[in-house]
Every structure is written in structure tokens, then in C-alpha cells.
Nanobody, 127 residues
Framework: QVQLVESGGGLVQAGDSLRLSCAASGRTLSMYAMGWFRRAPGKEREFVAVVTWRGGSTYSADSVKGRLTISRDTAKNTVYLQMNSLKPEDTAVYYC????????????????????WGQGTQVTVSS
């Protein structure tokens, strides 16, 4: 089992920055990748970004490229989401997930590929 705990959410104004963190514990050696998804009010959960744990390859949704950047610190078993130039449409609950075992890059963009999830952290961007 892998446990994930997100932190760093909050209420900010448009144009501000936030950095989300997700700390993993437990059987972290089994992790292939860690990623971020978000769910806005009234919408389905959507992929934001993912990083493979050993190689450090990253993939991001087109809607966030250039503004939201994922990174990892393998020594701390932590993945980060640096969020710059935030917009009101970024308002959502942000969830961290972990993938156990290698999957395709396409699958990493799909919630069904993730075996473990955090509880989520709220990000609210006011206009």
C-alpha cells in the first residue's frame, strides 16, 4: 500500500502562484509514476500532469502547459505542482495519485491507471 497526503491548497487571486505538495509513504518502491488530477465544481475529474518516478519524464495537459509544472523529489518521496499565473478556471479540488507498475504514456493521463489517491486539496482562485 501507498499513502498519499496533499498539502498547499488555498484561496488566491488571479495571477498568483501556489505550490502543491504530495508526500508518499508506504511501499513507495512500487510506484511507477505520480500525477495530479483536478475536479472543478460540476465537472469530471481531469488530468493535469504526471511524472515517472525513476526516469523523471513529465506529461501535462495542454490546458496547463506553461503555467502548471510538475516535479518530484525522490529523496523525499514527494511530488510537487507549481502553479503560476492562476486563473479562476483553475479552481478545483486537486488530487494526487500514484501508479503501481509501468503503463503507457497515454494511460498515465487516465484516472483508471492510478492505484492510490490522496484526499485532495482545495484550490480557489478569485477574479
Amino acid at each position: 500500500q501507498v499513502q498519499l497526503v496533499e498539502s498547499g491548497g488555498g484561496l488566491v487571486q488571479a495571477g498568483d502562484s501556489l505550490r502543491l505538495s504530495c508526500a508518499a509513504s508506504g511501499r513507495t518502491l512500487s510506484m511507477y509514476a505520480m500525477g495530479w488530477f483536478r475536479r472543478a465544481p460540476g465537472k469530471e475529474r481531469e488530468f493535469v500532469a504526471v511524472v515517472t518516478w525513476r526516469g523523471g519524464s513529465t506529461y501535462s495537459a495542454d490546458s496547463v502547459k506553461g503555467r502548471l509544472t510538475i516535479s518530484r523529489d525522490t529523496a523525499k518521496n514527494t511530488v510537487y505542482l507549481q502553479m503560476n499565473s492562476l486563473k479562476p478556471e483553475d479552481t478545483a479540488v486537486y488530487y494526487c495519485g500514484a501508479v503501481r507498475g509501468e503503463v503507457s504514456a497515454l494511460s498515465l493521463r487516465r484516472a483508471y491507471a492510478y492505484h492510490y489517491w490522496g484526499q485532495g486539496t482545495q484550490v480557489t482562485v478569485s477574479s
